[in-house]
């Protein structure tokens, strides 16, 4: 595996916002991705990436009574937030606590570069746009530190965690156990008694609330540290089975980071993915290097490898569409159509070029070929698309195969084939691999727990069952189906289409289709968007837990702690 897939999870990593609609032009990642993630690692999103705000945020809705203004609860707690970002800057002398994501950091961070006086009015300090109360509120409410009025489920939807405001709840019994026990790092110090609200407060005691509790500081033992460490683990028992894959997810990730530090690896989106999807790592020098899990945490690994499957046909399909883009935008009155677009990939020419950057020998042209023959050039020669077929492939087409999926991303990646007819026929291929290795899971319980993210609705939520069966549908045994058709197919289907679909929902489509002709709008989309945000957050709120640890040789390298070692060791014992 290439060095540049193995970048550590650092501050560049997390985004303070999810991928936004422009983002997701085919609804693959705020729909199906997000879906499955959500349970996965249910109540850590891609914007909860720091501990503390689990415990702040319950605290200081706790404090609100104490402040003794006539002001909504809302609002008070976003004003109690504020006031703790600027105590953690002053304490750090004017930067953000380690590995960062101090909501608000960068607007305070620069008024403390002009801010010269030690008084400071906190309302009248500009803020984040969305400030932590508001990120985390959807995951809070989820953990039941609020009491949630009768009626109301647990949120699924983060869209639902709007129609929830703290003036409608209060803290549940946990919830102010959790308050408490951020209350005990910080009650020498009460930092309420520095609050004074539409009144200016001093710089330096809040700078003492920045020493005493900031988001770093909770890497010290702290009470909260500890509650936290069994609320992650659901060891208050809640029964919706998404605390429970939460608890086995993060297992997941301690046991990998414990097989991978002796080989000097670091964990990212494409070395973990590659542990659950493939069972197996390439290092930097492509040693491979098998992943093994314990029974109890098997269940888990599959349910990553069913993401990791979406994960791999957003990275096809949005790879599609970028060029389509492209190609749409190159003459806006005339764009283009399925014909013209697919018109580079035939030939001999460029059969000879896909053969060269592959290593493989196709007899026909790409677009000629049929599945079954691209493989059987590459040694792998299967009659149909069925189960049998389909376990074979996924033995024999492991992550040291030209045709894997990793091997294609990697290229894909690269950048050296944008806009080019390699990267479009890499694109069809990723597709196909996908699709061929899926088969023999689609009628498992795994099958059925990613087709329940379709929620019933496949016109607009696309996932690698949906394509299987439309391809089913259409031809049957699509194995033996030309390339050519296959795309013409995926193009007009999960591309053009898919996409003027989700744009009626969102911000407006990057073309619009004139007969047979794509008409550009010339709107750029030249990034594709796919990942697992998740987990860089798992990993920061891990640390925060002190269960996982910077390399002393190499920070941006992770290793168990004693106490992570032992945590993990207690859990896989521990019974559900």
Known sequence: ?????????????????????????????LRVSSRLGVQLLYCITSITPRARYYSLIPWALSMTPKLSVSRPQW???????RAFAVGCINSHEGEACKDGRLIGSNIIRRLFRKHQANIINIDALKYAKIPATNMYFRSLANLRLFNIPEGMEEIDDENEAEKITLDRVELSPLGQELANAYDQVIRQINPIKFLRVGKTSKLSDLGYW????????????APDQIMLRRLMFNQAGFDNRSHEFRRYSLMLILHLVDQIADIRLSLSTGSFGSAVYFGSILDDSQNYHRISWPSSLNDIAMRWRMFYFHYYL??????????????ANEDRLKGTNISDFLKPLSGIKFASRFEKLLGGRLKEPFLELTPRKLFASFGVDLK?????????????VDNRNVLSEVAILDKLESKEYLFTPEGIALAFTLCITVIMRYIRWDDTRYGGWTDQAVKNAPALNVAVPVVIRELINRWGDFWNISIGKLADHIIQRFIIRQ?????????????????DRIIGLKKRYEKPAYGNPRLASAVIILKDLELLVSDRDDPNLVRLSKEGKQWLKNELCRKS
């Open 499 to 515: 996409h003027l679909w989700i744009a009626i929902e969102k911000s407006g489509p990057f073309f619009y289709v004139d007969g």
């Open 314 to 327: 957003t990275a096809a399909l949005e790879n599609l569409f970028v060029n389509i883009v492209h190609k």
């Open 210 to 221: 920045g020493r005493a509790g900031c988001l770093c500081s909770i890497r010290k033992g």
């Open 1 to 29: 595996m290439p060095k540049k897939k193995n970048e550590s999870i650092l501050l560049s990593w997390l985004k303070l916002v999810p991928i936004s609609e422009g983002q997701d032009p085919l609804g693959m990642n």
């Open 384 to 396: 149909a698309a069925d189960h049998r077929s389909s376990r074979i492939f996924d033995d024999k």
């Open 75 to 81: 609002d008070l707690v976003k004003y109690i937030e």
